[in-house]
């Protein structure tokens, strides 16, 4: 079963996503901090992260250049998922190790499907 590490503060958001990827089996693990998600990805060892951007004690943004910068993580896919859209905030999310950047509201296929896509060039398929 993959393991996805989903970053979030908004527990509504949070509690849709643990659902939804739940159902379609994946094992999820919540973190709703930047610090906290670098904590479980060490301790955890995710197979993706789910990441918002706009976090309360750092931004996505950190956390996934921190991320990166961690030898055990940078074959790990990062998704960011936030209500940001301007086309800045997408390069510089790529900029700092994002593999895939979806906006809120989002498309619940879209998402699955991203995932599963990430999951598997992960896994070199």
């Not at 990441?51 to 996934?64: H, I, K, R």
């Amino acid at each position: 079963m993959k393991r996805i590490l989903v970053v979030e503060d908004e527990e509504e958001v949070a509690g849709l996503l643990k659902a939804r990827l739940e159902s379609n089996g994946y094992e999820v693990r919540l973190a709703d901090r930047g610090r906290d998600a670098l904590e479980a990805a060490r301790a955890d060892r995710p197979d993706l992260v789910v990441l918002d951007l706009m976090l309360p004690d750092m931004d996505g943004y950190a956390v996934s250049e921190q991320l990166r910068e961690r030898y055990s993580s940078r074959a790990l896919p990062i998704l960011m998922l936030t209500a940001r859209y301007q086309p800045r905030d997408k390069l510089l999310g790529f900029g700092m190790g994002a593999d895939a950047f979806m906006t809120k509201p989002f498309n619940p296929r879209e998402l699955l499907s991203t995932i599963a896509e990430l999951l598997a060039h992960a896994e070199g398929g």
